[in-house]
Structures are given as C-alpha cells and as structure tokens.
C-alpha cells in the first residue's frame, strides 16, 4: 500500500470518550479528517458535543454525540451499543475522558481520591474492556485494516513523573500505564493493538487557571525544553497514526508528545 494510504481511516468507526472538548475534540476532528466515522462521547456538555459534531459534518465528515459517565459500568456499554447502531461495528476507541481533583496529601479527601481514579483509571478499565469484547465480536475486517481494533488510552507525563499535590492523578495514570501494557500483551496475538499517548502541558480546560497566571505559565514553560505548551492537535494527530495502519506494528507502548518534558529539563543547564 502506498505511504500516505496507510493514514487514512476510510471505512472505519472510532468512539472518542470526553469528546466535547480539549485533546478529545482535537482527536475526534483528526479522526474524522482521516475518514472515520466518529462517536463524540461526552458526560454533561452536550451542546459542545453537537456543536463538534455539526463542524465536523460541515467539513464533509460523520460524527453523532452519545452522552456516557465513563466511570459507570452500564453507561460504557450503553455507549457501545449506541455507537454500534448508529455508527456499525467499531474500530478504533480512544479512551480519553479524564480529570483532576487536586489537594495536597493532608487534605486530600478519600472522595477526592475516589473521583480522580474512578475516571481515569475505572474509566480506562471499562473502556478498554468494553471496547476488547466489541473487536472481538466484529470479527478481523482486512479489506479495512490488518488489525482486529486499535485501543488508545489518554495517560500523561504522570504516568512517568511524579506529581506532588496530584497524588490521586498520577496513581491513575500510572495505573493507566500498566493496564495499557497488560491489555496489549494479553491481546496482541488476536491483531489487537493497545497504545497510550501521554501528553506534557497541553492548552486545554484542565490547566487553564495556570496558563492565565503569568507566573503559572512562565513555570509551566520552564519545564518544556521545545518552549512551548502544546495545542489539542498535537495529540489529535498522534492519536491518528496510533489508530491507523502506519503504525500497524506498533502495541504496548506509550508515545509521550511533550515538547521534552519528560528529558528532565532541570539538566538542561548544563545540569
Ligand atoms: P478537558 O477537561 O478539556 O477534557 C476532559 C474531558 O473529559 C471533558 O470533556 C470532560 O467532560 C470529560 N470527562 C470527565 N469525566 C468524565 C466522565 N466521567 N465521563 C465522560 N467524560 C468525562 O481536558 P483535556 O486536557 O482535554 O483532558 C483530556 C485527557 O488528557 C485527560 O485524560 C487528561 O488527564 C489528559 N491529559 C491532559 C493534559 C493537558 O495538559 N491538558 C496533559 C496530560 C494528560
């Protein structure tokens, strides 16, 4: 197949979890630029959703918003079962919905705790199987792809660097790490393939309070060697490649898209 063939997702359905903004928008409007016909997932923005949806028809594309709590069991599959009907069988899921719910250790509630792994990590978990039995039901589809489904998980730098006053966010992403590694292995030999992104400081509601703050910012861009925050579609078309055949050979690994983040800046001097 030729070179640039590999990019494109004709044919093929992917659901986006907490679609209706940030990274998640910018994948679902990159997936669909690539050909595929694509869920917005959102939990309570569903105007944003629609709204996503309404662009993304207008440039030629297909999308539907299904509306989903990520960390509710009977919501996932709802959401699977909605894509399928409306959509047909899926092939691609980027597992993306995630939050924070920041304190220091001392003040950190167990609620506090609760919410940010049941999101993020329960939210992953229950994607990532719903989304494992969905590919397995489809049926392997050559004509459209060598792979029987491609399963992306939204992680972060925190899966590798530790973050204080975060506990509960990087505990989750860690987790995230070594779930996306156990699913790739245990699926591999069924042409499954289980990737993560894991973003550095991307411009996008989670850090906004940050980015506003001058002094915030000039702290965030003291960690980012490249000198820049990143945008949405930074990681939009990251999650593309890892959904399409270019990167067919490609399972258990995690890409970090981070402007060097994770190079430890602090040595940059000259240590
Ligand atoms: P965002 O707040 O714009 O997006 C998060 C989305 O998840 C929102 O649309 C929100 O409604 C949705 N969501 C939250 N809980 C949900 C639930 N229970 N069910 C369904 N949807 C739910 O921020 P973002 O930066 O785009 O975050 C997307 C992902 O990227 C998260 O997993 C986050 O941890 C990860 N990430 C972001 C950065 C960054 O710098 N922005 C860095 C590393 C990782």
């Given amino acids: 197949m030729a070179y640039f063939d590999l ?19 910018a994948a679902a409007r990159t997936l669909a630029e690539a050909g595929a016909r694509v869920v917005v997932n959102y939990r309570s923005s569903e105007a944003d959703a629609r709204a996503l949806c309404d662009t993304i028809e207008e440039q030629g594309g297909t999308a539907i918003a299904i509306g ?9 599959i709802g959401l699977f079962d909605a894509a399928e009907d409306a959509l047909g069988p899926v092939d691609i899921v980027f597992s993306n919905a995630g939050l924070q719910a920041d304190a220091a250790i001392g003040e950190m509630s167990f609620e506090d705790w609760n919410k940010a792994i049941s999101v993020n990590l329960g939210g992953g978990f229950l994607v990532g199987r719903e989304a494992i039995r969905r590919f397995r039901r489809k049926g392997l589809r050559e004509e459209i792809s060598p792979a029987l489904g491609k399963l992306i998980f939204d992680s972060s730098v925190h899966q590798r660097i530790p973050w204080a006053f975060h506990a509960n966010y990087a505990a989750s ?51 980012i060697p490249y000198g820049r925050i990143g945008e949405p579609d930074d990681i939009g078309r990251v999650v593309a490649w890892l959904a399409s055949d270019a990167s067919d050979y490609v399972t258990g690994q995690t890409i970090f898209v981070d402007g060097g983040m994770t190079l430890y800046p602090g040595f940059k001097g000259n240590g």
């Fill in 173 to 223: 992403k860690g987790g995230l790490k070594l779930l996306m590694e156990s699913l790739a292995q245990e699926t591999a030999s069924e042409k499954i393939r289980v990737n993560a992104v894991a973003p550095g400081a991307i411009a996008t509601a989670i850090n906004e309070a940050e980015r506003d703050d001058e002094a915030g910012r000039n702290a965030m861009l003291d960690l």
């Fill in 7 to 25: 990019f494109s997702l004709k044919g093929q359905s992917a659901i986006v979890t907490g679609a209706s903004s940030g990274i998640g928008a």
């Fill in 68 to 76: 989903a709590d990520v960390s509710k069991e009977e919501d996932v």
